[in-house]
């Protein structure tokens, strides 16, 4: 089964980072493994953003030129960040707090929470909180890829 991959900050630095590292060597292999089994990259505006942010303050020229060379190697891996998306986020968010299962502080962004929420109009279909899962794999560190 194909799903979408969802790549963090951290997992996209290290993918279009310059330098070769074991780590970053590791996680494009697992990357390339992948999607030779059909899953789809997926780049979320808001991560974009944050990675972006940083290479530009940092004044790192070849990571910016290969971030945006990586989402533009195919057009629907930019995933937009739409009001849609940002509403079923809130349900989504809102209905984990109602159900004692806070993701984070209760003033944090909860960008995992946006990222699910992105992930679920990438299908281009209607969401609802009943609506049932869309296949995708949160990559992030800290903690081993949601599936």
């Not at 808001?46 to 290479?55: A, D």
């Not at 940092?58 to 195919?74: E, H, M, T």
């Amino acid at each position: 089964m194909s799903r979408y991959l969802l790549l963090d900050s951290g997992p996209l630095g290290l993918v279009t980072q310059p330098r070769l590292s074991p780590e970053v060597v590791a996680l494009n292999r697992w990357l390339i493994d992948r999607l030779s089994n059909g899953d789809a990259v997926l780049v979320p505006a808001i991560i974009y953003y944050e990675l972006r942010r940083e290479l530009l303050r940092a004044r790192k020229a070849s990571g910016l030129a290969r971030l945006d060379a990586f989402v533009q190697i195919d057009p629907s891996r930019y995933l937009a960040l739409t009001d849609e998306a940002l509403r079923f986020a809130a349900e989504l968010w809102a209905q984990a707090r109602q159900q004692g299962r806070p993701t984070s502080p209760a003033l944090d962004l909860d960008i995992d929470v946006i990222l699910a929420a992105q992930a679920s109009f990438s299908a281009s279909e209607p969401r609802s909180l009943s609506s049932p899962p869309i296949p995708a794999i949160f990559a992030s560190f800290g903690r081993a890829p949601l599936e």
